[in-house]
């Protein structure tokens, strides 16, 4: 069997080869048990307001009977949330799926066009949106199914007189509300408040019902809803546990949740896979507020953080990173894009922990390979499959490629999507006829089990004939003291086809093109040297933090 997983005899020491994915009935039935446990513990934090995991049972179960009663939705039917991290969100997922709902995860930065697009495709019954974006949900409203809209405040959870304030500056100081009218609307406090008057009644929840409808691909066409299951998230949230639970401590972990709760990296890996070890979740609100973001930092004693590269690199570029508490710090996870050496060993020299890379997608609920919580050093790995889950290498026409040979990654296991939601020509081209996902990343597998992301399919670059990847050249220039963020991407070109272009974000404001260009020389071969290097003051980016290559590859050629 070793010989198929190579990965297996590398696990660290108490990592099992699989999971149950059946230990609990559902993803509430994890909530179930941490409640059962932590009651009296911190579940939530956030701008000064903490919620214990008793009031999150208490005000999740009113939230599902006001679903069920008040609003009468019926099992199945999707309800969309709209809202970046607040002490409202934790408590309206697990209401939602309480009640035998499906969790719609809305990005709140959406366009009216991309937000109308998922409302129709979930058919969406509901939606929970925070006031700040209540006038995108007004100008959608009349081309959806949405029967009831509920509204909430920043400050609402907040208590007196802190809750009234918040909302107050962000309207009428920060002008962060633009005014909207949704007739009919009623409020999230009051939302609760019904459903306290009524009885919540046993709802029967399989694990292969839908838990999220989990939007994915907006940057590359039409965002298509990933089907995650309850078998899908408990058995990633097992598989997730597992891999830490070495070195985790029940009843003491406190995870600095920066990532929204929206996006799937957060939802499994801080929201669940914490919530079974009755962790702490301190959710940040607005981590682009970097110097807002490491005060707060400054104020706690996290054990954990997750995030993306781009997230960890303003931290350590932010003052006054280096001065907050890192003693309890055991657990630094990165995902989401590839984390960068640079980054990776400044971070350790930071904080003393080793900035650990995890790879996953939607279509996994995320996670599919992790890199050992034991890792000295950072290796440029993604790390091993996690428990219950099989990767392999395939080629263009799905033959399994030897070890050593880059191919297209392609994953299998309980965490793998149900499909595409009412996609049945998309699910089939992702996942072929013996259930392995098709990831779109190239990468390759080395003798111990190890698999190494060499960049997505599409990003590739092609010179002359020769494979350029991006990940590759960005590592390269990123090493470069003067440079803060790098994007690279393929241009066109005459002789060779297309050329490397690099776009990079200054931390030296005297850095030049020709000192990246010397650089790139001493350390690439010369097919992968970028022909064109352009400075500029920001990259796009999606709202978690990912640059967006597509965006500066579609711009028209700058002269």
């Known amino acids: 069997m070793t010989e198929q997983r190579p990965w297996l005899a590398n696990y660290p020491a108490g990592v099992p080869a699989t999971i149950d994915p059946e230990e609990f009935s559902s993803v509430p039935g994890v909530l179930e048990e941490a409640i059962a446990r932590f009651s009296d513990r911190p579940a939530f934090s956030n701008m000064g307001g903490t919620i214990t995991y008793a009031e999150l049972d208490a005000r999740s179960r009113d939230f599902a009977a006001y679903l069920l009663g008040d609003l009468k939705l019926k099992k199945g039917d999707r309800v969309a949330i709209m809202m970046p991290n607040c002490l409202q969100y934790?408590?309206?997922?697990?209401?939602?799926?309480?009640?035998?709902?499906?969790?719609?995860?809305?990005?709140?930065?959406?366009?009216?066009?991309?937000?109308?697009?998922?409302?129709?495709?979930?058919?969406?019954?509901?939606?929970?949106?925070?006031?700040?974006?209540?006038?995108?949900?007004?100008?959608?409203?009349?081309d959806t199914q949405v029967k009831q809209v509920i509204t909430t405040g920043l400050g609402d959870l907040l208590g007196f007189p802190k809750g009234p304030i918040v909302n107050f500056v962000l309207k009428h100081v920060k002008k962060m509300v633009p005014d909207y009218t949704i007739h009919g609307a009623i409020r999230f406090r009051d939302a609760i408040a019904r459903g306290s008057k009524h009885s919540l009644p046993a709802v029967s929840i399989t694990l292969d019902d839908i838990a999220f409808l989990q939007y994915t691909g907006g940057t590359t066409g039409v965002a298509k809803g990933a089907m995650l299951t309850h078998r899908n998230m408990v058995a990633n949230m097992q598989q997730a546990s597992a891999w830490i639970g070495t070195n985790a401590k029940m009843g003491e972990e406190l995870i600095v949740t920066a990532l929204p709760l929206y996006h799937i990296f957060a939802l499994t890996a801080n929201c669940l896979v914490f919530m079974k070890f009755g962790g702490h979740n301190h959710l940040i609100t607005n981590p682009r507020d970097m110097p807002g973001f490491v005060k707060e930092l400054k104020g706690i004693r996290m054990t954990a953080i997750t995030g993306v590269n781009t997230l960890f690199n303003g931290l350590l570029n932010t003052p006054g990173f280096d001065q907050v508490d890192f003693s309890r710090l055991h657990l630094t996870l990165g995902g989401g894009m590839a984390v960068q050496r640079a980054v990776a060993e400044r971070w350790k020299q930071t904080t003393g922990t080793t900035l650990v890379e995890a790879y996953g997608l939607t279509e996994t609920s995320p996670a599919a390979c992790i890199n050992p919580?034991?890792?000295?050093?950072?290796?440029?790995a993604i790390g091993l499959p996690v428990p219950s889950t099989d990767a392999c290498i395939k080629d263009e026409n799905g033959a399994m490629m030897p070890q050593g040979e880059v191919g297209e990654l392609c994953i299998r296991g309980p965490q793998?999507?149900?499909?595409?939601?009412?996609?049945?020509?998309?699910?089939?081209?992702?996942?072929?006829?013996?259930?392995?996902?098709?990831?779109?990343?190239?990468?390759?597998?080395?003798?111990?089990?190890?698999?190494?992301?060499?960049?997505?399919?599409?990003?590739?670059?092609?010179?002359?004939?020769f494979n350029v990847y991006p990940n590759e050249v960005e590592d390269v220039i990123a090493m470069m003291p003067g440079v803060l963020e790098v994007a690279a991407i393929g241009v066109p070109d005459e002789k060779s086809g297309e050329a490397v272009k690099v776009v990079i974000v200054r931390k030296d404001p005297t850095l030049t093109a020709e000192q990246v260009k010397a650089h790139a020389r001493e350390n690439l071969t010369g097919y992968k040297h970028p022909r064109v290097v352009e400075f500029r003051d920001e990259l796009p980016k999606t709202n978690v933090g990912k640059i967006l290559r597509r965006e500066l590859r579609d711009e028209p050629a700058k002269a």
């Open 90 to 142: 934790p408590i309206a997922i697990f209401g939602v799926l309480r009640a035998g709902l499906t969790v719609v995860n809305t990005n709140p930065m959406y366009t009216p066009r991309e937000l109308r697009h998922q409302l129709v495709d979930s058919g969406a019954a509901a939606i929970l949106v925070l006031d700040n974006f209540g006038k995108v949900v007004q100008d959608v409203l009349a």
């Open 373 to 380: 919580m034991t890792l000295a050093e950072y290796n440029g």
């Open 416 to 465: 793998v999507m149900k499909g595409y939601w009412q996609r049945p020509e998309d699910t089939a081209q992702a996942i072929d006829a013996d259930g392995w996902l098709h990831t779109g990343d190239m990468a390759k597998m080395d003798p111990d089990g190890y698999f190494y992301i060499v960049d997505r399919k599409k990003d590739m670059i092609l010179v002359s004939g």
